[in-house]
């Protein structure tokens, strides 16, 4: 099993910035997961934000979705297994439960809820215009 726990949500004004980390344990955690970020507004469904896949012993892939291109970065510390998404210019429109996802998904399965197996309890963020 693996466990996930999101730290680092809040409230902040629009153009403030948020960091969020994530802490990954359990015996069948493996640095070769593939590690995203998804967040859920209330009344809607779960969307993708960003994503880091493994694709080599030295590299990885990020992806993001288009609405926070620029104003996020995600980055991943292999060695302490955390990863992060570091949130910049944000905008009322990313007020959300963001939620620390795990798993194998194949190429076409990076940006989706169905490409991840574990999941974190969430945490809020909240930008105030």
């Known amino acids: 099993q693996v466990q996930l726990v999101e730290s680092g949500g809040g409230l902040v004004q629009t153009g403030g910035s948020l960091r969020l980390s994530c802490a990954a344990s359990?015996?069948?955690?493996?640095?070769?997961?593939?590690m995203g970020w998804f967040r859920q507004a209330p009344g809607k469904e779960r969307e993708f934000v960003a994503a880091?896949?493994?694709?080599?012993?030295?590299?990885?892939?990020?992806y993001y979705t288009d609405s926070v291109k620029g104003r996020f970065t995600i980055s991943r510390d292999n060695a302490k297994n955390m990863l992060f998404l570091q949130m910049d210019s944000l905008k009322p429109e990313d007020t959300a439960g963001y939620y620390c996802?795990?798993?194998?998904?194949?190429?076409?399965?990076?940006?989706?809820?169905?490409?991840?197996?574990?999941w974190g309890q969430g945490t809020q963020v909240t930008v105030s215009s």
């Open positions: 996802a795990a798993g194998s998904p194949g190429v076409f399965a990076v940006r989706t809820t169905r490409g991840y197996d574990y």
């Open positions: 880091v896949k493994w694709s080599g012993p030295t590299t990885s892939l990020a």
């Open positions: 359990g015996r069948t955690f493996s640095n070769t997961m593939a």
